[in-house]
């Protein structure tokens, strides 16, 4: 690992080391993948202005995130079957974001489920949430996340409906995955010791949803049930009830639009997530650094503004937070690393960003985060 230097590195060892059904899963975005693309192209847009002979002997990369001490303004956001990436992937990530000193966000659609990571991992983290149609069931898993004393929960607000991916598709990446089509298990036998890895796992079902529903033990009755949950009634009073249940710190993810913005302040959020799925749902919609200042200009002042959506390095988190962002999420740059090094690499990954936003920060000239902002962008 001593040779790699950037999160493409661990991007291109990940996608060595795991079958390909799994990576282009993580890798690939909605359609034409227009947003995808987008999500890096307009960072890239954006340049510093370097200032030099400034005292930068005294920088502290620490903040706070949504009233919680945070060693960097990072999260690990939550990603779906990162159990499959690695074995008990999400345990592994959740070791390494607590080791960091960060938040990490455990998905709804996890591999290990909340009271594994929760049994062997040393603090609370955080459980993101998607609302079914089964209200019993959300209710008992807002319930768990409350018995495994999560910190925060994260509500995705931008999946009622499935923005089609077409690799998915065409790799056999399905509910449950065609892991036994003859070229996913060819691609599967070259990879050794991803195998060895994910039989050595204490999960390869959906931990949150297996067990917990009448005959849901086996893959498929679990794939039959979510298949028929996302629910496209989902709307705001809904999120009335949730707080009716859930006593903790509530963060809205997936908002592109002020209007939604200004719906997250009126219901009490702590913070929302400037987001569009990473590049995964509505294909054609800006990209989150696009959709980014007009969202903090709004509704800074009376919420906490997240970002997610295509973090690749500090130099990403430094213009995120510039245009207005409290902290960043990055969601396929830790998976990379996991999938390359499993919880090593999750730490290399963290590693990388840290250095490069220090170093970023040395050379704008400021020593804490809070000093940043669109001061530190070349107009």
Same mark, same amino acid.
């Given at each position: ?249 509530? $963060? &809205? @993810?997936?908002? !592109?639009?002020?209007?939604? *913005?200004?719906?997250? %302040?009126?219901?009490? =959020? /702590? ?80 590693? $990388? &960003? @840290?250095?490069? !936003?220090?170093?970023?920060? *040395?050379?704008?000239? %400021?020593?804490?985060? =809070? /000093? ?8």
């Amino acid at each position: 690992m001593k040779h790699v230097t950037c999160i493409e590195d661990l991007r291109v060892l990940h996608q060595r080391r795991v079958p390909k059904m799994f990576f282009d899963y993580v890798d690939r975005g909605s359609y034409a993948e227009e947003t995808l693309r987008a999500n890096r192209a307009d960072f890239e847009q954006l340049k510093f202005r370097q200032r030099i002979l400034v005292d930068i002997s005294s920088r502290d990369l620490s903040t706070k995130i949504i009233g919680e001490t945070s060693a960097l303004p990072l999260i690990l956001a939550p990603v779906g079957s990162t159990g499959m990436q690695y074995g008990d992937g999400e345990i592994h990530a959740c070791r390494a974001a607590q080791a960091a000193g960060i938040p990490y966000t455990l998905s709804t659609m996890s591999i290990c489920s909340i009271e594994d990571v929760a049994a062997n991992v040393e603090k609370p983290f955080w459980f993101q949430l998607y609302v079914m149609r089964d209200r019993g069931f959300v209710k008992a898993l807002i319930e768990r996340a409350i018995a495994a004393k999560c910190s925060a929960l994260v509500l995705t607000v931008d999946l009622q409906v499935i923005g089609q991916r077409h690799q998915d598709i065409k790799n056999g990446m399905s509910v449950p995955p065609e892991i036994f089509r003859p070229k996913n298990l060819l691609d599967m036998i070259t990879k050794p010791n991803w195998v060895k890895g994910i039989l050595g796992g204490k999960q390869r079902n959906f931990g949150n949803i297996a067990g917990h529903l009448p005959g849901s033990k086996d893959l498929g009755s679990v794939s039959s049930w979510v298949a028929s949950q996302f629910d496209p009634s989902l709307n705001w009073k809904d999120i009335d009830w949730i707080r009716s249940i859930w006593p903790g710190k509530l $963060i &809205i @993810k997936g908002i !592109l639009d002020v209007e939604d *913005a200004r719906e997250a %302040v009126k219901i009490g =959020a /702590e913070a929302l997530v400037v987001s569009n799925h990473g590049g995964r749902q509505l294909d054609g919609a800006p990209s989150s650094i696009e959709a980014l200042p007009d969202i903090v200009h709004t509704v800074g002042s009376h919420i906490e503004v997240l970002f997610d959506g295509g973090i690749r390095s500090g130099q990403d988190v430094m213009r995120a937070l510039a245009l207005g962002a409290r902290s960043c999420m990055i969601g396929r740059a830790y998976i990379y690393g996991l999938g390359a090094f499993g919880g090593p690499g999750v730490s290399k990954a963290i590693d $990388i &960003i @840290k250095n490069e !936003l220090s170093t970023t920060m *040395a050379l704008c000239g %400021v020593n804490s985060i =809070a /000093e940043i902002d669109e001061k530190v962008l070349a107009v």
